[in-house]
């Protein structure tokens, strides 16, 4: 017999969710059903999307806009550090190691999961620099291979200008295959003061 349909629906939602396949969103559906806390959970979800917001100018979650670190004077705005996720973005904070501003793509280039090019905030990042105020972009994707190929293509994006910038990444000392929110202190702050050059080669 077929799930009545509200029930239904909530199973296709939880479906979209990156990772959770037909199976894990019945449990998850039919959890929250048993479960009389679960309105907590549908008020949180209901006010995170509609207290929160994109930053116009980093493109990072935040409540205000511009976000507290894009309206902070004391914060290098000739420096932005680019990364694939907010969770980067806190896990840096949360170090305390990177002085400039950032730039959020909201995701990495991942054809397989339907993460295009023109799906990640390159555009924006373009639009920043033509606007003539960085002296840095330092590319901080993660170490693995999409994150590779996300920083490629913003490579070209930015060369394609002909805009003089200096582009850096974050030091190869990160491990291979990890992401950077699970990153120890110490292993992000020497990647972080190990920055390089970044030019990609002639094909």
């Known amino acids: 017999m077929a799930y009545p349909a509200p029930l239904e629906a909530l199973v296709e939602a939880f ?6 396949g037909r199976r894990t969103a019945e449990r998850l559906a039919l959890h929250l059903l ?11 979800i ?46 840096v904070e949360r170090a305390g190691v990177w002085p400039g501003r950032y730039h959020v793509l909201m995701g990495a280039y991942n054809p397989g999961e339907g993460a295009e090019g023109e799906h990640l905030g390159i555009g924006s990042l373009i639009d920043r620099l033509r606007a003539g105020d960085l002296q840095e972009i330092c590319l901080g994707t993660d170490p693995d291979k999409e994150g590779e190929a996300t920083l490629l ?19 190869r ?31």
């Open 15 to 20: 479906t979209r969710l990156p990772g959770i």
């Open 34 to 44: 048993r479960d009389p806390s679960s309105r907590i959970l549908a008020r949180a």
């Open 46 to 91: 209901e006010t995170a999307l509609r207290d929160t917001r994109r930053c116009s100018i980093c493109r990072n979650v935040c409540e205000v806009d511009p976000c507290e670190v894009c309206s902070d004077p004391e914060r290098d705005a000739a420096r932005v550090l680019v990364v694939e996720e907010p969770t980067h973005v806190e896990t």
């Open 153 to 171: 293509m913003v490579l070209e994006a930015i060369e394609s200008t002909g805009i003089e910038v200096r582009v850096t990444r974050l030091a």
């Open 173 to 203: 000392g990160l491990p291979a295959g990890s992401g950077i929110e699970y990153l120890h202190r110490g292993v992000l702050e020497d990647a972080i003061e190990d920055r390089r050059p970044l030019r990609r080669r002639p094909s």
